[in-house]
């Protein structure tokens, strides 16, 4: 539901995020200036309660009065409170909703970023790094609503309240309040600095404590320990030093500003005191007196903490400066292909690649392949392999021709490539969830058949939760052989007319691995599988070899490359071998 | 094949004799106090005239308005003490603030220094076995809960204490039935706080780990990136990532409540409390002695009622700060309790050292990092001065445990390890440089310029000698070439794989040692690299003993000797 409404509308803009939570806006709105307009009827009815104590005293009024008074007066903070609780609320409510909505966001253009570019312009730092700036930039929004209300409509509130009661005398004390904000501006320049200094001697010291610790042995076996510790002793006295400066700025400022814009009180007191007696610029009762007295103190205090508003607007406009770029909207592949027909066929011609600013891995490769075969492609380190098989899943630019059933990939989005190629890369990418859903991901799957084709069966059922076991981050709760197999069964489960396997059994040991191979062979029969792989211990059974070496491809039957490619031959006795040393040990 | 530094899982059993006392958290904050001792009474004194300053200006207002009620002018010296006492008020309720501040980051300055100076005595097995990140959490999380145990716990309580109990006596003062009042409804109150505290900390807590777990989902999706998209799972990713992000969004919804109705209902009772003493005032009879006042009275105490709530609520906060700080303690104290290695004498001198001696000698040497597991059996062998030995062996068999028992990071269970002449445990850190230059596997950088890669911040190596080292492994035009030369900052980027290996031989050679030990430097360099490196490994070890492990080396330098081991 909400992913549609993201999908809509243009999630890089601010007003998107406002406009959603415009209801809770809307509410908060309202219980925000019923509470704010209400807040001014605090010190207007403990007035009035002491005016009421006096007349009582005075023999003038009944308890009974007070009572009724005092009653009326609950009721009022009664409400006015009820709408501070629920302006309160739905700040919070408009902050967590917002920070919620960034999130889906951003996790969606990360999760259909194509991780060749991705890896490529370390896109991938930038969003963990967004992510973790959401909250700062929904707190930033949260805390400029809130001081929209509890400073901007709180101090205008006062201000007329003041104002109604004597316009002169407001005039008068409140000369002060800009002086204050005013101040505040000035002194804002070396709050931030010092504070800034503060934060930078800290992350240098941590920079520097994380260096000592990790380096520990390093600066022992060279005898540095001492001068390290020295250096960082030094370090701390800055430190310690900065954080008192900055405490000082921070904390003896607050109270200057509140102290200038109080002076107004002396003006307040002498001349409430005549409007009281009659002789002064309003008629005002005992009441009025302490009433504005009360509302004056507020509006002082509310005024030193104007510059909030003005930091809280700074600071979410930077948080979210951050994290804009990484909220694109994201356009959803359409997964529908083209109808093809007849069996499997991977055709490549004249294909060339190259990664940018490089020379080019492999020029001018040409071969086709059937229904039915199992291709084993090696060549010496660096040669392309793994790259020709991530070709095949579309996240790299190439030149000439690929084409899977006669459909070319460059012209297909990943989620068409997704039903033409099953690919398994030599991480096995597991999340960190059961082995259940590692290989369902969602799909209604009988997970049994392809356990067993992996030789996984045995094993998960030897595990008191079975399917249900939690594998851990990255499936480090498995072997790393379990781990290569249970990926290969999250492949196998979906037949696909081209499957490529990029050394998928580098930890798996030879007897499983035959086992497995096996399985394939019988499962492969009406699709295609590339098996990209440095050991070439089974590809004397596959139908063909491709062998890249220098940019250029060859492909044969596995005795003809035997016989007519010398640095296949080599590569092949080499590992016999070793097996056999191996198998003497 | 573990490098000698790599960390390693297992533990030292060796016994370490715990004998130094001096070193612990209680006596670090006890120095502190002591050295402390004028500025924490200075503190003291200015927390009471802070609360008693802000005691006043209701008094005086008590009194303006008394006047007023009597139709008796106001004169200046009230007005004008009404606002000097709120601003003495002020300011010195900012200068506690600092002052607690700065008592704070003296212990914290104290505390991590005391931390550093136990990093030094701690047995080399303590660094393998534990994670860096968890010994720097404790220097910087850890110290940081201390810290606030005092300025935001401890103190700031002793504080707001004062604040609550002086306007309590303040309120006794004008009505004594008020007092009893709010006697026994602050203790009511502050229970609801405490409540409403734990519940808001503990929704938190709740939040926090759910929103641990959603961040934890980004790198795992980066990781699964190519599994997502060639298997078309980018929706499922998301309903995971909601199903998490659900959960977060729930308990922040619930501290949310919390944090929404606590203060509304703090100041409804505040005005409730005000409700009651004007009702109260009203009465007659028997009841004026006990709640009967001045109509300045009923407006002095409105203000310090307002006054009582603020200083409650920071209370509670205060010991939830306090429970907090414990675990964080907990872990400074077992840390400073981790038992010490044997720290070697500093008597013995390298001009001292015989010079008829072998270089090395392990005589029957039996070791392992656990006591029934010898990695090390009866192992025996000599290294003349200037010799050129190579260690060879499978992996396991203890060739990089040879060079730390060389290195003296760990003693041999039995047999001896002597380095010409003298025990290898008894040689103090400050001569290892000037007898061993080691190089690993790769390069382990300090944080720091290119040239500190070279001196490890030792200021006893002067910069001719790093520029010595630097020529001799042949880096000098590339570091010549960097934008501020030696003095660049560090950045791996700057090098390749090639040249950091031979940054790491400079580093070795700089102090000119007599011993290079260099433990399968070559195994992640290509050929090309190697040589280079080879070529400047053969001009540092002229005129040294030279012991590696590595078969590749030993191909190469066929005029060496081979161990077995």
């Keep these: ?585 | 094949m573990p490098g000698l530094l790599k960390p390693n899982k297992r533990k030292q059993a060796m016994t370490m004799k715990n004998n130094n006392t001096s070193l612990a958290l209680k006596n670090s904050v006890l120095t502190v106090i002591a050295q402390q001792r004028l500025f924490l009474t200075g503190l003291g004194i200015v927390i009471l005239a802070g609360t008693l300053a802000a005691l006043l200006p209701p008094l005086v207002l008590e009194q303006i308005v008394n006047q007023l009620t009597l139709r008796q002018a106001v004169g200046v010296g009230p007005a004008l003490a009404y606002f000097l006492f709120l601003a003495l008020a002020g300011i010195l309720e900012s200068l506690q603030t600092v002052m607690i501040a700065r008592t704070g980051q003296k212990i914290t300055r104290q505390v991590r220094q005391d931390l550093c100076a136990k990093l030094d005595t701690l047995p080399a097995a303590y660094f393998t076995r534990e994670d860096a990140g968890k010994t720097v959490s404790l220097f910087v999380n850890d110290v940081d809960a201390l810290s606030s145990l005092f300025d935001n716990g401890v103190l700031n309580m002793a504080a707001d204490s004062l604040k609550v109990i002086g306007v309590l006596v303040m309120i006794f003062t004008r009505s004594l039935g008020l007092g009893f009042l709010l006697i026994v409804i602050t203790p009511l109150l502050f229970a609801l706080t405490r409540h409403f505290q734990k519940r808001m900390l503990q929704a938190q807590k709740t939040n926090r780990a759910a929103i641990a777990q959603v961040n934890h989902l980004v790198p795992e999706t980066l990781n699964c990136l190519r599994m997502i998209r060639s298997l078309n799972k980018q929706e499922r990713m998301e309903d995971r990532y909601d199903q998490h992000l659900q959960t977060s969004y729930q308990s922040l919804e619930k501290a949310n409540f919390y944090d929404s109705v606590y203060s509304p209902i703090i100041v409804f009772s505040s005005s409730a409390v005000v409700a009651v003493m004007m009702i109260l005032a009203t009465l007659s009879g028997g009841w004026r002695s006990l709640f009967g006042m001045s109509v300045g009275s009923a407006v002095a105490v409105t203000a310090y009622v307002s006054k009582i709530f603020t200083p409650l609520e920071n209370i509670g906060m205060e010991i939830e700060n306090i429970q907090s700080a414990v675990a964080g303690i907990q872990r400074i104290e077992a840390f400073f309790r981790q038992p010490q290695r044997n720290l070697p004498e500093a008597t013995l001198t390298l001009s001292a050292l015989p010079t008829g001696e072998p270089a090395l000698a392990l005589n029957h040497v039996t070791f392992g990092y656990e006591k029934e597991e010898t990695v090390l059996h009866d192992c025996s062998f000599c290294v003349r001065q200037g010799e050129t030995v190579t260690l060879a062996g499978r992996t396991g068999a203890g060739k990089s445990t040879i060079f730390k028992l060389i290195l003296g990071l760990y003693s041999p269970q039995q047999g001896s390890v002597t380095i010409f002449g003298a025990p290898a445990d008894q040689i103090s850190d400050r001569q290892k440089r000037r007898l061993f230059g080691y190089v690993e596997q790769t390069l382990r950088p300090a944080s720091g310029t290119v040239g500190d890669q070279i001196s490890l911040f030792d200021e006893t190596i002067t910069a001719d000698q790093i520029a010595h080292a630097v020529r001799l492994v042949g880096l000098d035009s590339v570091i010549a070439q960097l934008p501020q030369g030696m003095a660049t900052p560090w950045d791996p980027a700057l090098f390749s794989q090639g040249q950091l290996q031979l940054l790491a031989i400079a580093r070795a050679v700089a102090a000119d040692p007599r011993i290079l030990l260099l433990d399968e430097i070559t195994a992640n360099l290509d050929s090309g690299t190697e040589s280079l490196v080879m070529e400047a490994l053969r001009r540092a070890s002229a005129n040294r003993t030279v012991i590696s492990i590595s078969h590749r080396l030993y191909q190469q330098n066929r005029n060496g000797r081979l161990i077995s081991i």
């Design chain 1, 1 to 585: 539901m909400i992913r549609k409404s993201n999908r809509e509308r243009r999630p890089d803009r601010l007003s998107t995020y406002f406009y959603q939570e415009r209801h809770v806006l809307a509410g908060i709105t309202l219980t925000g200036i019923l509470y704010n307009a209400g807040l001014t009827a605090g010190p207007y009815f403990e007035g009035q309660l002491t005016l009421c104590l006096m007349a009582v005293l005075a023999g003038e009024k009944s308890g009974i009065d007070m009572i009724k008074l005092a009653a009326v007066y609950l009721t009022v903070i009664l409400i006015v409170q009820g709408a501070r609780c629920l302006k309160r609320f739905g700040v919070r409510r408009f902050a967590n909703d917002t920070a919620r909505s960034m999130r889906r966001v951003l996790y969606r253009n990360l999760v259909y970023q194509n991780p060749a570019v991705l890896s490529a312009d370390e896109a991938g730092s930038l969003m963990t790094k967004a992510i973790s700036d959401v909250d700062a930039c929904a707190e930033g929004m949260r805390k400029f609503t809130t001081e929209v209300f509890d400073t901007g409509v709180v101090m205008i509130a006062y201000l007329g309240m003041l104002m109604a009661y004597d316009l002169r005398l407001t005039l008068l004390a409140c000369v002060f309040a800009p002086l204050a904000a005013l101040l505040a501006q000035k002194l804002k320049h070396p709050i931030t600095r010092s504070a800034s200094a503060y934060k930078n001697s800290v992350s240098q010291l941590n920079t520097m404590t994380l260096d000592r610790v990790s380096n520990a042995l390093t600066y022992r076996v060279f005898g540095c320990e001492n001068q390290r510790d020295q250096a960082l002793g030094d370090q701390l006295a800055v430190v310690e030093k900065n954080a008192v400066v900055s405490s000082a700025w921070e904390n003896a400022m607050q109270p200057l500003y509140n102290i200038i814009a109080m002076a107004g009180v002396v003006f307040v007191l002498l001349r409430g005191a005549q409007n009281v007696l009659g002789v002064g610029w309003a008629a005002w009762d005992l009441a009025a007196f302490t009433t504005y007295l009360a509302c004056f103190s507020r509006l002082a205090l509310k005024s030193s903490h104007a510059a909030k508003l003005f930091n809280a607007v700074q600071k979410a406009k930077v948080s979210w400066q951050r994290i804009q770029p990484q909220l694109q909207p994201v356009e959803i592949p359409d997964s529908t292909l083209p109808p093809t027909a007849g069996p499997a066929e991977l055709k490549l011609e004249d294909l060339s690649f190259a990664y940018p600013h490089q020379p080019p891995l492999f020029e001018h490769v040409s071969f086709q392949v059937h229904t039915g075969q199992i291709i084993g492609i090696t060549g010496p380190l660096a040669c392309g392999k793994s790259t020709l098989g991530r070709l095949l899943l579309g996240e790299l630019p190439y030149a000439g021709s690929l084409r899977i059933n006669g459909l070319e990939i460059a012209q297909l989005n990943s989620a068409q490539i997704s039903h033409l190629v099953g690919y398994l890369g030599h991480a096995p990418q597991l999340l960190s969830d059961t082995i259940e859903e590692n290989i369902q991901l969602g799909e209604d799957l009988d997970c049994a058949p392809w356990l067993k084709l992996t030789a996984l069966e045995e094993e998960v059922a030897a595990m008191p939760e079975g399917l249900k076991t939690q594998i851990g981050a990255q499936g480090t709760r498995l072997s790393g052989g379990q781990q290569a197999r249970l990926a290969l069964a999250r492949t196998l489960a979906r037949p696909r007319p081209v499957w490529v396997l990029d050394d998928p059994f580098s930890a798996v040991d030879p007897a499983t691995e035959d086992e497995i191979l096996r399985n394939l062979r019988e499962l492969g029969k009406d699709r295609i599988i590339l098996l990209i792989s440095h050991r070439l211990t089974h590809f004397a059974q596959f139908d063909q070899v491709l062998w890249l070496e220098n940019g250029t491809a060859r492909i044969a039957d596995p005795a003809t490359m035997m016989a007519e490619n010398p640095a296949y031959a080599r590569l092949v006795k080499t590992q016999q071998k070793k097996a056999g040393d191996d198998d003497e040990k």
